[in-house]
């Protein structure tokens, strides 16, 4: 396998074979993300990633899944993205599972046919960065999207029968936005219907452009409590039609969160509620991690 500059995928692949198809992530251009800002973005040619993924079957006995990185594979064509799996189909018969990162303006350059090719020939899980529901915030990141156009992405995604797993960042929107960021996050979630929901907490990469906002004093890090209380109103104007997997259990959380949304609401909240009153039950920030 050939892996170039730092490999990043979402924690629910940590035992997959990741195989990169592109190099970097096309936007590059949040301010709160430094994961790929020492790489130009490019597509790999097919031909190489086929020849990783011939050599990764001599290596590898079985695969349950594979993660296509980087930052967001799914701006391949569709073309080139259906020869890849076409291959891992052939070499990887036992695969139960191709997943990918997606932008949303990647989701929203694609057909629903299109979507619905790549399901039938193996992707079943897209990973998309929503980052928050409130316009103020996506605009002040950089996202490069707006709410609706996320959302569209997110039921587009769901619609073609792929899953959608859809991560937002806690204290994106410092101490000033909080409740905003909060209150439209929710409204996201409700409208979209995503089959899973991953909740980060904000930490701040030197590398990271936010970074020097933080060091000016012109954006203010959320308290350990402010995040426990921006989730409960996250969780209070969230409400969901069909099983949601609501997790909030990754290494920059102060405080984990495992549940199914509808159902696990209210313990989840009573959860952050005992949280509030007892500060021990918070990780340290000794040992918060990207």
Known sequence: MRYEGNIFRPPSEANSLIVQVTIGCAHNDCTFC????????????????IEDLEGARRVYGRVRRIFLADGD????????????????????PEAERVAVYGSPQDVLRKSPEELAALRGAGVGIIYLGAESGSDAVLNAVKKGATAAEITEAI??????????SV?????????????????????????????YVGLLTLMIDPAAPL???????????LSPMGVIDETALLLENTE?????????NHASNYFSLKGTLPRDKERLLSELRSARNHNELLKDERFRLL
């Open 167 to 195: 991560t937002f960042i806690s204290g994106l929107a410092g101490t000033d936005g909080s409740d905003g960021h909060a209150v439209m996050t929710g409204r996201m979630i409700s409208e979209a219907q995503p089959s």
């Open 211 to 221: 970074y020097a906002d933080l060091k000016s004093g012109r954006f203010k890090l």
């Open 240 to 248: 969901v039609r069909k099983d949601c997997v609501f997790r909030s």
């Open 73 to 92: 594979a799914l701006a391949l064509s569709v073309d080139k993205l259906l020869a890849i799996l076409k291959k891992i189909e052939e070499l990887f």
């Open 34 to 49: 430094s994961m790929f800002k020492d790489k130009v973005f490019r597509v790999r040619p097919v031909d190489e990633v």
């Open 155 to 164: 039921v587009k995604i769901e619609d073609s029968g792929i899953d959608a």
